[in-house]
Nanobody, 125 residues
Framework: VQLQASGGGLVQPGESLRLSCVVS????????IGWFRQAPGKEREGVSC????????YYSDSAKGRFTISRDSASNTVYLQMNSLKAEDTAVYYC???????????????????WGRGTQVTVSS
């Protein structure tokens, strides 16, 4: 099983990035995929998740209205479109797979069975 996150980079405030999480060894129909991030000196936090059962999506308060999560079953890839980026979005972003999530559990990191390596997002002028 492998989750490969990519798409990070250095952007200015207000710009956009699209992160990709390519999943191999798992079927997206069987696993929810979450995006998490960890800023320097801070704990890792949930950003967004897409449910494998019905495609329902969940967002942190900081991500709502600016980020959009989506999935492409054909390529087994989950995307995180990030718009209107702010300096406080600077972090390493990780994707992870969980066989079941809900609106109440998607942030629960121990529930995620598989994790990928992160991709760095830096928002700076």
């Amino acid at each position: 099983v492998q989750l490969q996150a990519s798409g990070g980079g250095l952007v200015q405030p207000g710009e956009s990035l699209r992160l990709s999480c390519v999943v191999s060894g798992l079927d997206l129909d069987d696993y929810a995929i979450g995006w998490f991030r960890q800023a320097p000196g801070k704990e890792r936090e949930g950003v967004s998740c897409i449910n494998n059962i019905d495609g329902r999506t969940y967002y942190s308060d900081s991500a709502k209205g600016r980020f959009t999560i989506s999935r492409d079953s054909a390529s087994n890839t989950v995307y995180l479109q990030m718009n209107s980026l702010k300096a406080e979005d600077t972090a390493v972003y990780y994707c992870a797979a969980d066989s079941w999530v809900s609106a109440h559990s998607w942030r629960h990191q121990p529930g995620y069975e598989y994790w990928g390596r992160g991709t760095q997002v830096t928002v700076s002028s």
